[in-house]
């Protein structure tokens, strides 16, 4: 009877002991970080619109003609435009200034300070084997919604591509300063943007414009965790609903935590809102961008 005791006594401690270590073990949190992925997108649709802002430019001439009523891009009546010649289809730089103070665009950005803009042997943005850098310089301290864009963009015209449509190769290297000392965001990254709509509209009428964006980027995200992304379906960007992609997905990888799959499409496919869901470890999480 004693031994039987002394096995039970000893089976009840082992429990115990058990039951104790697996109290104290603390919680795993759900992984719900969606800070990297929103950073990414921050740093693309600021680099992203720089091309845009190159084209409105080298368009629009000496005329100004974003500066009158009903124009549908993104620069508006405070941006003023310097051409290196007196006639602006001969230029091989433009600088664009939106001044010392916020300037409210047309895509409902804030913008200030200049972007600087060179084309090859005069070409414009629409000339095939055309190249433009568009650079920032930290003196001239251009921001979007408060957030320097310090940096350098390189677009190649390539032609029409094997379905007729127009498009560039891309190259960044560039880094955000977020507003209120938030951080800042280092972006590379390599890119292919195709004209999906529009191209036989006049280009001084841009709401008709439909663009898709496929590549990859590197960088860090505004807390230092180096990620990498890569583009798994053709991001969407309508400059009819020119402050976001309304359609597209991509893979975002944070350090060493799983994978983020990010798509803009639902839960209205192609509609015009801010509405991004990203998938953690089979959990969705809807977020809504800036």
């Known amino acids: 009877m004693k031994t039987k005791q002394l096995f039970?006594?000893?089976a009840v401690l082992i429990m115990a002991v058990s039951l104790s270590f697996t109290g104290c073990r603390p919680k795993q949190e759900p992984d719900n970080d969606t800070s990297g992925a929103q950073d990414n997108t921050l740093a693309d649709k600021s680099f992203e619109d720089m091309g845009q802002i190159s084209s409105e430019a080298a368009s629009s001439g000496g005329v100004s003609s974003y500066?009158?009523?009903?124009?549908?891009?993104?620069?508006?009546?405070c941006a003023d435009l310097?051409?290196?010649t007196l006639n602006s289809n001969d230029a091989d730089s433009i600088t664009v200034d939106f001044g010392p103070t916020n300037c409210l665009c047309h895509d409902g950005r804030y913008r200030r300070g200049k972007l600087h803009i060179t084309y090859s042997a005069g070409e414009k943005y629409l000339d095939s084997t055309a190249v433009i850098t568009i650079k920032t310089a930290p003196t001239d301290n251009y921001f979007v919604n408060d957030n320097q864009v310090i940096g350098e963009k390189t677009i190649t015209n390539k032609g029409h591509n094997?379905?007729?449509?127009?498009?560039?190769d891309?190259?960044?290297?560039?880094?955000?300063?977020?507003?209120?000392?938030?951080g800042?965001?280092?972006?590379?990254?390599?890119?292919?943007?195709?004209?999906?709509a529009g191209e036989t509209i006049p280009n001084t009428t841009w709401s008709d414009d439909v663009y898709g964006v496929t590549g990859s980027a590197t960088g860090t995200s505004a807390n230092g965790t180096p990620f990498s992304m890569n583009i798994t379906s053709q991001l969407v960007r309508k400059i009819s609903c020119i402050r976001w992609?309304?359609?597209g997905k991509f893979e975002f990888k944070p350090g060493n935590k799983p994978t983020r799959y990010v798509d803009f499409s639902p839960p209205s496919n192609g509609a015009c809102d801010d509405e991004v869901w990203i998938t953690i470890n089979s959990t969705v999480y809807k977020v809504h961008m800036n």
């Open 8 to 10: 039970l006594n000893a």
């Open 67 to 77: 500066k009158l009523a009903g124009y549908d891009g993104i620069l508006s009546h």
């Open 82 to 84: 310097t051409f290196d």
């Open 162 to 168: 094997s379905v007729g449509h127009m498009n560039w």
């Open 170 to 182: 891309i190259q960044v290297s560039g880094q955000i300063i977020k507003a209120n000392n938030q």
């Open 184 to 196: 800042t965001i280092t972006w590379t990254s390599t890119r292919n943007r195709e004209w999906l």
């Open 245 to 247: 992609f309304v359609t």
